[in-house]
């Protein structure tokens, strides 16, 4: 009955997993725990407040909000941007000979 419920509001008004249709199994699996973590904030938000429980869909964009502009994350100066193409690496990209055809996936 528990899990039924907390599928129902999972899944209710928009369900995640369905919003963000990936093929990756790594992605499909981090949607699922996101959206189940979701659930379980909404409830433990209403629970411990004793508030009437909010719109779903609300709570998941003040729940976005917060993690966004988080106050506990320390304060960064530099941000990188691009990659640092001034290091060395190994990697050389070659040109297929004119006269080969390239046979592989798209």
């Known amino acids: 009955h528990c899990v039924d419920d907390n599928n129902a509001k999972r899944h209710s008004p928009i369900s995640l997993e369905t919003t963000w249709a990936t093929k990756r199994w790594e992605c499909r699996v981090f949607s699922f725990l996101l959206a189940v973590t979701d659930v379980n904030c909404m409830l433990a938000y209403s629970f411990f407040n004793k508030e009437p ?20 994350l320390p304060k960064t100066t530099k941000i990188r941007r691009k990659r640092d193409r ?21």
């Open 53 to 72: 429980k909010v719109p779903m869909l609300t709570f998941r964009k003040a729940l976005a909000r917060e993690l966004l502009h988080n106050p506990y």
């Open 86 to 106: 001034s290091k060395n690496s190994d990697h050389v990209l070659i040109n297929i000979p004119a006269h080969k055809k390239f046979k592989g996936s798209k």
